[in-house]
């Protein structure tokens, strides 16, 4: 059983940037694929970013593409999720998730929340225009 806490989230201009981070615990942190989807008010939770257990793989919705960056660090057992250039439409809870243990997706895989396993609670990120 994989538990996920996320951290980070808080209150930023637009323009302005943010990181929030997933700690993961209870398994083998670098044989899961990882992803950060989001949930605005009123919104269906939408994908983010998404990065291969291996760490060779990163996807990203169009949306966030180019602003955002997905990392993770296997030695700390954390993926990171850095926001840049943040617009007001990016305002939501941000949830990380975990999924596919030692398994290859296909690219759109990454993308369906129906592919991960594990949630984490979520941190609110807002964003002031």
């Known amino acids: 059983q994989v538990q996920l806490v996320e951290s980070g989230g808080g209150l930023v201009q637009a323009g302005g940037s943010l990181r929030v981070s997933c700690l993961a615990s209870?398994?083998?942190?670098?044989?899961?694929?990882m992803g950060w989807f989001r949930q605005a008010p009123g919104k269906e939770r939408e994908f983010a970013a998404a990065?291969?257990?291996?760490?060779?793989?990163?996807y990203y919705a169009d949306s966030v593409k180019g602003r955002f960056t997905i990392s993770r660090d296997n030695a700390k057992n954390t993926v990171y999720l850095q926001m840049n250039n943040l617009k007001p439409d990016d305002t939501a809870v941000y949830y990380c998730?975990?999924?596919?243990?030692?398994?290859?997706?296909?690219?759109?895989?990454?993308?369906?929340?129906?592919?991960?396993?594990?949630w984490g609670q979520g941190t609110q990120v807002t964003v002031s225009s």
């Open positions: 998730a975990a999924g596919g243990r030692s398994t290859y997706w296909s690219a759109n895989a990454y993308a369906r929340d129906l592919k991960y396993n594990y």
């Open positions: 209870g398994g083998t942190f670098s044989r899961y694929s």
């Open positions: 990065i291969s257990w291996s760490g060779g793989s990163v």
